[in-house]
């Protein structure tokens, strides 16, 4: 079945240093991908998609591409402040299960703690 | 417009209970996702709502199970609580359009403990 697997972490780097997160993923089809961020406390906020292959998506100076031929999602940030730091979610839509609008498959999370 | 809200934002149970934890999904959307996260088995997805008909369902047993309303809201229940039962619920909305694959919009959760 569709999966994802991303780095686990904790992954700790100083303010304005450069972030990468690895996500790959097995899937049938075309599905769509996402990163999701989680803050202590609370809820899943959308951070960033992509719908299609070689898409790139962006906010808040996140990034990232999706890689069809090595079906990865990588999240980069040129320069990580402390207010990033979180567990960050790698995701796919699972158009395979039961046609309909499918449903979420995260990735275990990775926890990032950026020190001043 | 307001985003998803969950209620209660804490619960406390003990073992044997029931619970129902309740979801309100942002105005407009129309599909209802619940999603289990737990520290061990990470978040798992529980089962999906669309115009009041259940249309996914994860792989969780009979005693968790959902509805709902013709507003779109959505309650879930677990019956008979077990003590892995404790987790944090997230509820997600999204717009459901025809042929599209539509984001999904979280609430804060519902944090359940069971004693």
């Known amino acids: 079945g569709n999966s994802v697997t991303q780095m686990e972490g904790p992954v700790t780097l100083s303010e304005e240093a450069f972030l990468t997160i690895n996500c790959t993923y097995t899937a049938t089809g075309y599905p769509s991908l996402f990163w999701y961020v989680q803050y202590p406390g609370e809820g899943l906020q959308l951070l960033l998609k992509?719908?299609?292959?070689?898409d790139k998506g962006s906010n808040k100076g996140f990034e990232a591409t999706y890689r069809k031929e090595t079906t990865s999602f990588h999240l980069e940030k040129g320069s990580v402040q402390v207010s990033d730091s979180a567990v960050y979610f790698c995701a796919l839509n699972d158009m395979n299960y039961g046609g309909s609008q499918g449903n979420l498959i995260f990735g275990k999370g990775t926890k990032l703690s950026v020190k001043p | 417009k307001a985003g998803v809200t969950q209620t209660p934002r804490y619960l406390i149970k003990t073992r044997g209970q029931q619970v129902t934890l309740s979801c309100s999904p942002i105005?407009?959307?129309?599909?209802v996702s619940w999603y289990q996260q737990t520290p061990g088995q990470g978040l798992q997805f529980l089962f999906e709502?669309?115009?009041?008909?259940?249309?996914n369902k994860g792989n969780f047993p009979g005693r968790f199970s959902g509805r709902q309303f013709s507003n779109s809201r959505s309650e879930m229940n677990v019956s008979t609580l077990e003590l892995g039962d404790s987790a944090l619920y997230l509820c997600a909305s999204s717009l459901a359009s025809a042929g599209g694959t539509d984001t999904q919009y979280f609430g804060p959760g519902t944090r359940l403990t069971v004693l």
């Open positions: 992509a719908t299609k292959a070689d």
């Open positions: 709502y669309f115009s009041e008909t259940q249309r």
């Open positions: 105005s407009g959307h129309r599909s």
